[in-house]
């Protein structure tokens, strides 16, 4: 049973793909869009908002795996009314998303929560990651974003589907 939802940012939860990058002061165009000071614009992708709500409400726990400096990640999720949904958010200036992984499974335990590689659910839009979860890490499920899954409604299948394997 899928017990942890874990998420890419960048083209996972919304559709620029550094926001690092964005300079302040930045401005709430609308609840879903984000603007820069240089017309830098990000837009969360349909169904994000909705479904974190529904994971948070089943009780499963959400983390955050990505590479920017998180301060950056902390403004736009505060901004976009999103921080939250997640219970730990791991960002970093380096690309390495095992260990990312690796520190949030870590967290996860001291708090007492015991949890299993086959208990958590990983989506990134770049599946080149996923090589390196499973051989430090073992059999987490993996998917890429857009590719495995095309909408955010379709996590709930997958984890029906684990829930009956
Ligand atoms: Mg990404």
């Given at each position: ?6 998420f890419d940012a960048d083209k996972t939860l919304w559709d620029h793909h550094n926001v690092?990058?964005f ?9 879903n869009t984000i ?5 830098r614009v990000l837009h969360l992708y349909p169904?994000v908002r ?16 990505t590479?920017n400096?998180?301060?950056?990640i902390?403004?736009i999720l505060?901004m976009l009314?999103l ?42 839009d ?19 974003m ?6 955010y ?13």
């Amino acid at each position: 049973m899928i017990k942890v939802v874990v998420f890419d940012a960048d083209k996972t939860l919304w559709d620029h793909h550094n926001v690092s990058e964005f300079e302040e002061p930045l401005k709430l165009v609308d609840a879903n869009t984000i603007e820069d000071s240089k017309g830098r614009v990000l837009h969360l992708y349909p169904e994000v908002r909705e479904v974190l709500k529904e994971l948070k409400n089943k009780g499963l726990i959400l983390g955050l795996a990505t590479w920017n400096t998180e301060e950056k990640i902390i403004r736009i999720l505060t901004m976009l009314d999103l921080i939250q949904y997640f219970d730990i958010i791991v960002a970093r200036t380096y690309p390495y998303k095992f260990l990312m992984l690796s520190d949030i499974i870590i967290e996860i335990h001291k708090r007492n929560i015991h949890v299993k590689p086959n208990e958590i659910l990983f989506l990134d839009d770049r599946r080149g990651h996923f090589g390196n979860v499973w051989l430090y890490l073992g059999n987490v499920k993996c998917l890429e974003m857009w590719k495995d899954i095309t909408r955010y409604r379709d996590i709930f299948n997958i984890l029906n589907d684990a829930t009956n394997e």
